[in-house]
């Protein structure tokens, strides 16, 4: 009895060491298998470029156009006491992701592959409106809709137009960018409108290449920053006052 326990245990050794011998010959040719497996992962594909947009010089040029500053008249300085809120814009369908939108020809919505800006439009839009606003020093604070104070004026603003149009181009022609934003000044308390309009701007690429399109889109963008900033503006303090007493009277 305990000779063939023996003797099992000795054959059921043996056919164990067969057994690894025979996976090690195999190892060279399942390793380059599993190693196609893994690569097919990350393929041919290329990597995914992330863009923002800057403001350039003639925008700060544009925003600086009315500084407050020692010596300014008593109406600059008191406008200058206001604060403003910038709400997030509201985009229309299709503006409001990350993806760099194209619009093909037959009103076809759609978005450059492997491209994408750094952060969602509306929200990349905000940010530059509100640092266009602080560099252009007619309101004393600008801030998000997120800021820690209330402000004396909200600003509304939608996103109608940020996206390379192919529609209007000639075949195999370059696309033009196109951006817009409708903006509207009003009280936060009264809720009254001061002033609305549109921002917009049109800037044809110089080629049909990922970094002439973004360089076309910020060039569209700070023509488009540069009539906003000329464009909103605190109402004269007499005007703000008389709009506040007129708002009271009507009160019962």
Do not use: K
Not at 108 to 132: E, H, K, N
């Amino acid at each position: 009895m305990n000779e063939a326990v023996f003797l099992g245990a000795v054959t059921h050794g043996a056919l164990m060491r067969g057994r690894m011998r025979s996976l090690l010959r195999a190892l060279p040719l399942v390793l380059p298998l599993l190693a196609g497996c893994f690569s097919g992962f990350n393929s041919n594909q290329a990597p995914q470029q992330t863009y923002v947009l800057g403001l350039q010089s003639a925008v700060d040029a544009a925003a600086a156009g009315t500084p407050v500053h020692q010596g300014a008249p008593a109406s600059a300085v008191a406008a200058a006491a206001d604060s403003v809120q910038v709400l997030p814009p509201v985009a229309v369908p299709g503006l409001g992701s990350e993806g760099i939108a194209v619009m093909r020809p037959g009103q076809r919505l759609d978005y450059y592959s492997g491209a994408r800006w750094a952060a969602p439009a509306p929200a990349m839009l905000q940010t530059l409106v509100i640092q266009t606003l602080r560099r252009q020093g007619r309101f004393a604070l600008v801030e998000s809709d997120s800021g820690p104070f209330e402000a004396t004026y909200l600003l509304s603003l939608e996103l109608t137009h940020f996206e390379a149009d192919y529609a209007a181009s000639a075949s195999g022609a370059p696309p033009t960018v196109r951006v817009e934003l409708v903006c509207a000044l009003g009280g936060r308390t009264s809720r009254r409108v001061i002033e609305s309009f549109a921002a917009t701007s049109a800037v044809a690429a110089d080629a049909d290449r990922m970094q002439a399109v973004v360089a076309a889109f910020e060039q569209a963008t700070n023509a488009m920053l540069a009539q906003l900033a000329s464009g909103v503006a605190p109402p004269a303090t007499g005007s703000t006052n008389s709009t506040s007493s007129s708002a009271a009277s009507a009160e019962p």
